[in-house]
């Protein structure tokens, strides 16, 4: 039995090998940009770290058991120098950086530069037509539950028969491969 020529091409969901290439793709992209600028601002609200005075304690220290005086100097410099505050800072700068390069690129091609490359887009997974932008937005947020434990729900991906992670359960999402375009001739 033959399909009608005019029938829709079988839907392809993209591999997770495939997914994880247009991340790297697309996380090598967000950093040529995103670090620089974070180190700047981060420079610019904060001096640079210094942790000598832990470090000269650790050098000298003869045996292999870390005393309780370096901990309590490693500690006591980490607040001093606003260890903590930094990382909140910089993690925030960075999802930032993620949301702004994500989020539009998904609301004009439903796709970013690295699935773009590997020609996928993210459909509905019940319609098959682009996500919406309140799939977009809450595809963008479900990344931080697929991250919480170990990165699972991305991993996820690998094992689901339609490849699809956390955050496209979430919002009723797939990733699949577009047929090429045949010229007429």
Same mark, same amino acid.
């Given at each position: 039995?033959?399909?009608?020529?005019?029938?829709?091409?079988?839907?392809?969901?993209?591999? /997770?090998?495939?997914?994880?290439?247009?991340?790297?793709?697309?996380?090598?992209?967000?950093?040529?940009?995103?670090?620089?600028?974070?180190?700047?601002?981060?420079?610019?609200?904060?001096?640079?770290?210094? /942790?000598?005075?832990?470090?000269?304690?650790?050098?000298?220290?003869?045996?292999?058991?870390?005393?309780?005086?370096? =901990?309590?100097?490693?500690?006591?410099?980490?607040?001093?120098?606003?260890?903590?505050?930094?990382?909140?800072?910089?993690? =925030?700068?960075?999802?930032?950086?993620?949301?702004?390069?994500?989020?539009?690129?998904?609301?004009?091609?439903?796709?970013?530069?690295?699935?773009?490359?590997?020609?996928?887009?993210?459909?509905?997974?019940?319609?098959?037509?682009?996500?919406?932008?309140?799939?977009?937005?809450?595809?963008? =947020?479900?990344?931080?539950?697929?991250?919480?434990?170990?990165?699972?729900? /991305?991993?996820?991906?690998?094992?689901?028969?339609?490849?699809?992670?956390?955050?496209?359960?979430?919002?009723?999402?797939?990733?699949?491969?577009?047929?090429?375009?045949?010229?007429?001739?």
């Amino acid at each position: 039995m033959t399909e009608p020529e005019n029938a829709p091409p079988p839907i392809r969901y993209a591999s /997770f090998n495939a997914r994880i290439i247009a991340s790297m793709i697309d996380i090598g992209i967000i950093m040529i940009v995103a670090v620089p600028f974070v180190n700047w601002i981060m420079g610019m609200m904060f001096p640079p770290l210094n /942790f000598s005075t832990a470090s000269a304690m650790v050098n000298q220290q003869e045996t292999t058991q870390i005393s309780k005086q370096i =901990l309590s100097e490693i500690w006591r410099s980490a607040k001093e120098q606003h260890v903590f505050e930094r990382a909140v800072i910089e993690n =925030l700068l960075q999802g930032l950086f993620v949301a702004a390069y994500t989020l539009p690129f998904w609301f004009r091609y439903a796709s970013t530069p690295g699935k773009m490359l590997l020609r996928m887009e993210i459909q509905d997974v019940s319609s098959g037509v682009r996500m919406s932008r309140g799939q977009a937005i809450i595809r963008f =947020l479900g990344y931080f539950i697929s991250l919480l434990p170990f990165s699972l729900g /991305f991993f996820w991906a690998a094992f689901n028969k339609k490849c699809r992670a956390w955050h496209d359960m979430l919002a009723h999402t797939a990733v699949v491969v577009k047929p090429r375009k045949i010229a007429d001739t």
